[in-house]
């Protein structure tokens, strides 16, 4: 069983469009994050959910929405997408949000806007 | 301000070699929490250590090992008789505690690629 798995795995899109990457982890963890991956490998947080409560929000621009329907589930939403986008998202899940457990990652989606 | 350096971009060995990978963090609290992340070529991060500030007991599990110091902030990973499999991107991160439970972030360094030659 996929601990932390997102969809879709690759999406490739034009700019002005709106998507979604779903993400949903299995094992019980009250808090979720999506890091974002850029072309230099550089990763960076953009938001944490704790328990449905939007708890971090790394001053990403508003055209991103995390929607985080349960605490199983966090999804990221992206609307008029710009080629700037264009990176790996990650999605990942902890037991407890101050860190005192490790983080486990789904295996990414990487974005590319055309 | 919270910081991971990574100096070296880019390491290349020979198979069976040791390779060690340098970790420097920054941080003005006194509880944290320092990880080691795996990422191969396949593109998922994998998990290997999470060591917290209190605990600086060298660890070793196979062939990798972690060396913590906080006398020079540094969290160093070796890779004994390195294998083609350890090619990978490895990523030092770091989290502070917060307050009250309050939920953190990993601060991650820029990664170092490991190319292991056959």
């Known amino acids: 069983d996929t601990a932390v798995s997102q969809t879709p795995k690759y999406l490739v899109t034009q700019m002005g469009n709106d998507k979604s990457i779903k993400c949903e982890q299995n094992?019980?963890?009250?808090?979720m994050y999506w890091y974002k991956q850029d072309s230099k490998k550089f990763l960076k947080i953009m938001f944490s959910?704790?328990?449905?409560?939007?708890?971090i929000n790394e001053t990403v621009p508003n055209r991103f929405s995390p929607k985080s329907p349960d605490k199983a589930h966090l999804n990221l939403h992206i609307n008029s997408l710009e080629l700037g986008d264009s990176a790996v998202y990650f999605c990942?899940?902890?037991?407890?949000?101050?860190?005192?457990?490790?983080?486990?990652f789904g295996q990414g989606t990487r974005l590319t806007v055309v | 301000a919270q910081k991971v350096t990574q100096a070296q971009t880019e390491i290349s060995v020979v198979e069976k070699e040791d390779v060690t990978l340098d970790c420097v963090y920054e941080?003005?609290?006194?509880?944290?929490?320092l990880f080691w992340y795996k990422q191969p070529p396949s593109g998922e991060l994998v998990f290997l250590i999470r060591?917290?500030?209190?605990?600086?007991q060298n660890e070793i599990s196979g062939r990798y090992s972690w060396n913590f110091q906080k006398s020079t902030s540094s969290f160093n990973f070796t890779i004994t008789a390195s294998q083609v499999v350890d090619s990978a991107v490895y990523f030092c991160?770091?989290?502070?505690?917060?307050?009250?439970?309050?939920?953190?972030?990993?601060?991650f360094g820029t990664g170092t690629l490991l190319a292991v030659q056959p």
């Open positions: 094992l019980g963890h009250d808090t």
């Open positions: 990942a899940s902890s037991q407890e949000g101050n860190m005192n457990t490790e983080a486990f």
């Open positions: 959910y704790n328990n449905k409560e939007l708890i």
């Open positions: 060591r917290n500030s209190f605990d600086e």
């Open positions: 941080t003005r609290d006194t509880t944290y929490y």
């Open positions: 991160a770091l989290s502070e505690a917060g307050y009250g439970g309050a939920t953190n972030k990993l601060i």
